[in-house]
């Protein structure tokens, strides 16, 4: 009797064992289809509001024979497309999944300190560090990838003949852009990602979305890197405050090469310092 007793436990333990095994199995492919998902959501809202405000920003302009200038509205556009794709990435999932979202969850908790400050430049250094070892070992097996290519960031040189011009470039390029893509990818995206992913998983998922995003394969592996090295700084910081500096930094260089002081000098691995930095 005994003995029966003993084996039937057994086999309920070793059922409930089996079961639970399971059942980790499928939270975990949950969580990674959920994970997944939210990332080509985040994406897919991202480039369907830089398509639909342009097309009806283009739209508007002809259909009024509207007078504008061409740096003002680029950066209006960018704005707006933005702003439009924070609402479609944040507001679906918070209706129909009730997925609240807080500061904390945007990585604006509190203000700015002085470690973020100093963590900005030390991180920008260090992907730069990174970005030039990646290269380095794509052009030693792919000779051939082209890392001359500039990045088409909307404004045409010809188009910056005046300060002003060049202060609503600087506006859109070096503060609008930082502010509104950490805010997305590495603010709302990645700390989504963070309630059920562990660090490493998360950094990869938004590291490769933000490359595949810039639609070019030199461009993208560029950013692609320094996500790595921002997502690290919301990672330590617990906000995107440092990762908006580095930004920052960053876009500020390129824009002082591309539209301040144009340069033909080439950088490491006949790389264009531009591309480089942007």
């Known amino acids: 009797m005994a003995e029966k007793k003993e084996n039937w436990f057994a086999k309920k333990i ?31 809202m991202f480039f369907l509001a830089q398509i639909v405000v342009s097309l009806v920003a283009l739209f508007f302009i002809k259909q009024f024979n509207l007078v504008i200038n061409e740096n003002v509205a680029q950066t209006v556009i960018m704005a707006i497309s933005y702003v439009v794709a924070i609402v479609l990435i944040i ?14 969850g945007l990585g604006l908790r509190g203000l700015p300190t002085w470690t973020d400050i100093l963590l900005a430049p030390i ?26 290519e500039t990045q088409d960031v909307g404004f045409r040189m010809e188009s ?12 859109a390029l070096v ?7 950490e805010l997305i990818f590495r603010g709302y995206l990645y700390g989504k990602l963070r309630t059920r ?27 692609g890197v320094m996500s ?4 690290i700084a919301r990672e330590l910081t ?21 539209y301040i002081n144009p340069i033909s000098a080439v950088g490491v691995l006949g790389v264009a310092l531009p591309v480089f930095l942007l």
Request: one cysteine or more.
């Open 123 to 148: 991180g920008y250094i260090a992907s730069m560090a990174a970005t030039m070892a990646v290269l380095l070992v794509i052009q030693a097996f792919v000779p051939s990838f082209n890392l001359q």
């Open 197 to 223: 992913l562990s660090a490493i998983p998360a950094i990869i998922l938004v590291s490769v979305l933000f490359g595949f995003m810039h639609g070019q394969w030199n461009v993208g592996i560029v950013v």
């Open 91 to 104: 507001l679906p999932p918070w209706y129909f999944m009730k997925s609240k979202v807080g500061k904390d």
């Open 160 to 171: 910056l003949y005046s300060n002003a011009d060049k202060m609503v470039a600087f506006a």
């Open 175 to 181: 503060i609008l852009a930082p502010i509104a893509e």
């Open 14 to 44: 070793a059922a409930t064992k089996k079961r639970a095994q399971k059942d980790k199995k499928y939270k975990k492919r949950v969580i990674a289809v959920w994970a997944i998902a939210l990332t080509i959501w985040t994406g897919a």
């Open 238 to 258: 617990g906000t995107i405050y440092a990762g908006i500096l580095m930004h920052m930094i960053r876009n500020g260089l390129a824009f002082y090469l591309l």
């Open 228 to 231: 790595i090295f921002l997502c």
